[in-house]
């Protein structure tokens, strides 16, 4: 019995501090073992979700390819557009447009650095609204004027052009150090490239030849252009003249009766002025002698040119004058005064001679006639093709029709049909890439 007891007394041992030591280490192993089996575990989790997310952005990315080559973004007619062709002429359009207003964008409120669906057009209508139409307008022009050749067996080799298309997008990829390639994408969508691009160039550049064609064939008469001359001389005729503005310095807050003493004060300095020149004295002379400190520069010289204007149009005499210029009752030697109440200036105004070089109105008439004719004629054949938003991106489609009217004109052909719609892309680079 005294064994056993002695036996308990050792089990029952209390545990010295080497043996709390290694119980602790113990412990503190155990607990590492787990957390890296916990590690291992989520790690796995982690990379298969990763894994996951990269197949599933290579599926989306190879879907979203195939579908811009293969798949209708929108149909004009009985034509599917795919995504790749759309880019081309909607980076076309806006290239276009970009370089036909260049500096004068900022005041239309286009900043071309920022995303045009978050700039305002209209009230209801964004810039990536209003290129969408625009687009979409030339589209719809090529596919009518390419259907209408065909239907009237018109051909056009395009070989020529393309040469011209690939040696000018060689020769701006180079000035830009990038590879062609790159140079495609860039300018005409992510999926861009020589292959795909050509059919559309193609298709534009014969659109554009049968335009032309049109034009050629509906040229006017003799008879119909001097008819059109008659009614629209002022558009076509130049004038020499000489003129000398008396400028008021009224406030802007300035009152109408603090104006209209301004004016009267600049009247009696501009007759002053008139009855100098129609009693003999030299125009240039009066102009030095009545113009102000820091313009005395402007006239006199041994040209005595300052206050002379050659071949000026109608558009570009000061609208306070051009009138009276225009008048057909002038004749040389004609001296008059003239009001301007909208800039409160005085002019005095010698008439010196009109002319009009017949052969450049005569040939500029017969171009304006040929290509509104041919502008009618394509206008009809489009109204032929309805617009399907396939992808639902054309929101300028859901745009009340008197919203969109002002931008109409974009599309539209009249005097400058040949140049806007069905016009042939600018190349500016590009490199054949397989699909």
């Avoid at 113990?26 to 790690?43: D, H, M, V």
């Avoid at 030339?138 to 056009?156: C, E, H, N, R, S």
């Avoid at 802007?252 to 300095?269: G, P, R, T, W």
């Amino acid at each position: 019995m005294s064994n056993n007891k002695q036996t308990e007394e050792k089990s029952e041992k209390v545990m010295t501090k080497y043996d709390r030591k290694m119980e602790k280490r113990r412990i503190e192993e155990e607990k590492e073992r787990k957390a890296q089996k916990r590690l291992k575990i989520g790690s796995i989790v982690i990379i298969a979700a990763i894994a996951a997310a990269i197949v599933i952005s290579i599926g989306l990315s190879a879907y979203s390819k195939y579908s811009a080559l293969h798949n209708p973004y929108i149909k004009i007619g009985d034509h599917d557009v795919t995504r790749v062709e759309y880019d081309y002429y909607y980076n076309n359009s806006v290239n276009s447009y970009i370089s036909m207003y260049g500096s004068f964008l900022s005041y239309m409120g286009l900043d071309t650095s920022s995303d045009f669906s978050k700039q305002q057009y209209t009230d209801n209508m964004t810039w990536k609204d209003y290129f969408d139409q625009m687009t979409v307008s030339q589209i719809t022009q090529v596919k009518a004027l390419v259907d209408d050749a065909a239907a009237q067996g018109f051909t056009y080799d395009t070989a020529e052009d393309m040469s011209a298309f690939d040696t000018e997008l060689a020769a701006q990829a180079e000035s830009e150090s990038v590879s062609q390639a790159e140079a495609y994408t860039s300018l005409y969508g992510q999926y861009a490239t020589a292959e795909r691009i050509r059919p559309f160039a193609e298709e534009n550049m014969l659109a554009t030849a049968y335009f032309e064609h049109l034009t050629e064939i509906n040229k006017p008469g003799d008879e119909e252009v001097q008819e059109y001359y008659e009614a629209n001389k002022n558009n076509y005729d130049k004038v020499d003249y000489r003129s000398f503005p008396f400028r008021g310095n009224a406030a802007e807050d300035a009152s109408e009766e603090d104006i209209a003493k301004v004016m009267d004060e600049l009247k009696v300095k501009a007759e002053a002025m008139e009855k100098a020149v129609k009693a003999g004295e030299d125009f240039e002379a009066l102009c030095v002698e009545n113009a102000i400190d820091d313009q005395k520069d402007l006239y006199g010289g041994d040209d005595k040119e300052g206050s002379l204007i050659e071949g000026g149009s109608y558009s570009a005499a000061p609208a306070a004058i051009s009138d009276w210029l225009f008048d057909e009752a002038r004749k040389e030697g004609d001296t008059t005064i003239l009001p301007d109440e909208t800039n409160h200036n005085y002019y005095v105004v010698e008439f010196i001679k009109r002319s009009n070089d017949e052969q450049t109105t005569n040939s500029s008439i017969s171009s304006t006639l040929a290509n509104q004719k041919a502008g009618e004629y394509m206008n009809g054949l489009t109204e032929k093709y309805e617009v399907t938003d396939v992808a639902g991106d054309m929101k300028y489609l859901t745009i009340p029709e008197t919203s969109t009217e002002s931008t109409e004109s974009a599309g539209e052909t009249g005097e400058d049909a040949g140049d806007g719609t069905a016009a042939e892309s600018t190349p500016e680079a590009a490199e054949t890439e397989s699909e």
